[in-house]
C-alpha cells in the first residue's frame, strides 16, 4: 500500500523535486495533502496531476481562484488559512516533508509531529531555532527526522552510531556561492539577482543569498550540532566548489567517511522518502573526468563574516541562535527588496546581535517569543536605514 505523504511547501525547489522522486515510484508512495504558500497557478498544476485529498493555500486571497480553478475536481478539499492548514496537520500521515522556508516552517513542524511517522526535514531554521527541543519532541511522538539537506543527508549516510564517541571531526562543505572569487569591493555593488545567481544548486531566493553570504554554512553547523548531537568544536566547513562532495565524518581511527553524488537534491530527498532502502531513481552519473578537478580549501571568514557569526552563535547557546537566524531572515529579506545593500547584510545581524541579551531558552514557547522580539527590533533599525 502505498505510504501517505504531506508536503509543506509544494510549489517551492525543494516540494517540486519530492514530487519528481514520487513520479517515479507511484506505487510507493501517495500525496496525500499539498500545502503551499501563495504560488496558485504552481499548486493548482500539483494538484491535477497528483489528485491529492486535501490543497491548502495559506494566502487567504489566493482562496476563491484555487477554488474555482478546481472545481471541476470535487473530490479535492480546497482550503486556506491558518485554522484549516491546522486542521490538516492533525491528520495522520506516514511522510511529512518540511519544505517550507524559514522561521515559518517551525510552527507546521510542531503541530504535525504527533501524527507523522516520518519527517523529512528539509527547512534547516526549525532545527537552529528550536533545537534539542524539536528533537526531543519528536523522540516522544516517536516521530523519525531524517534530513533532506543535502550535507545532513551526507552525514546522516556515514554516521556509525557505534562510534559516536569516536568521530573527531565532522565537516560540510559549501560550494563558495557566486561571490567565492568576487572582491569584497564587488560584493559591495551586488545586486539580488547577482546573489541567487549559484553556480551549482538551483535553490529559492533566500537560501541562494544565504548561500552567497555563507550564513547557509554557518545555519548547517548549527543544524548538524542538534541533529546528529556533536559539539561545535567539532564540526567544521570547507569549500569545495564543485558539489559532488557533501559531507566527511573523520573517526579515531584516522578514517575518513564521505558522501558524494551530483548536486541533485533528488538524491537526497529519495533516501529520506524510503529510507532505510535507497530508490532507483534517474540521475546522471559521477565521472572520473569530474573527479579530476576537485578542490577543497579553508573558507575566508573575513570576507564571509556569517560563517563566523553563525559559529559563534552557536557557541553561545539556543537564544543566540534564535536571533541569528531572525535577525538573518530579516536582513535577507531587506537585501532582496532592494533596500539593504549586501555587505549590509552580516552588519545589520553583528548589530542586532549587540543589542540584544542572550536569553535562556527552556520551551517552545520561549522560540518563539524570542523571535518575535528580534523580529520587531530587527523591522525598528531596517527602517532608520
Known sequence: MPKEVLILGSTGSIGESTLRVIDQHSDKFKVKTLIARSNI?????????YL????????KTGYK????????????????????????LKEQYDITVAAIVGMACLQPIIKVIPNTKVLCLANKESIVCAGSLLMDFARKHN?????????????????????????????????????????????????????????????????????ATLMNKGLELIEAHYLFDIEHSKLEAVIHPQSLVHGFIEYADGS????MSLPDMCTSISLALNYPERLDIK??????????????????????KCLKLAKDALKSGQGRCIQLNMANEMAVNAFLNNSLPFLKIPEIIEEMLNKLPNTLITTIEDVFLVAQEVSATAEALLTKL
Open 41 to 49: 497557478d504552481k499548486l493548482v498544476k500539483q494538484a491535477r496531476q
Open 283 to 304: 540521475h546522471q552519473k559521477i565521472t572520473w573526468e569530474k573527479l579530476s578537478s576537485v578542490q577543497f580549501f579553508t573558507p575566508d571568514e573575513t570576507k564571509f
Open 143 to 211: 516521530t523519525k527526522i531524517i534530513p533532506v539537506d543535502s550535507e545532513h543527508s551526507a552525514i546522516f549516510q556515514v554516521f556509525e552510531k557505534e562510534n559516536t564517541k569516536k568521530i573527531n571531526r565532522v565537516i560540510l562543505t559549501a560550494s563558495g556561492g557566486p561571490f567565492l572569487n568576487k572582491s569584497i569591493e564587488e560584493m559591495r555593488t551586488a545586486k539580488p539577482s547577482d546573489a541567487v545567481a549559484h553556480p551549482t544548486w538551483s535553490m529559492g531566493a533566500k537560501i541562494s543569498v544565504d548561500s
Open 52 to 59: 491529492p485529498q486535501n490543497v491548502a493555500i495559506s494566502d
Open 256 to 259: 575518513m567517511l564521505a558522501q
Open 65 to 88: 481562484l484555487l477554488k474555482e480553478m478546481l472545481s471541476n475536481l470535487p473530490s479535492i478539499n480546497v482550503i486556506s488559512g491558518e485554522e484549516a492548514v491546522n486542521d490538516l
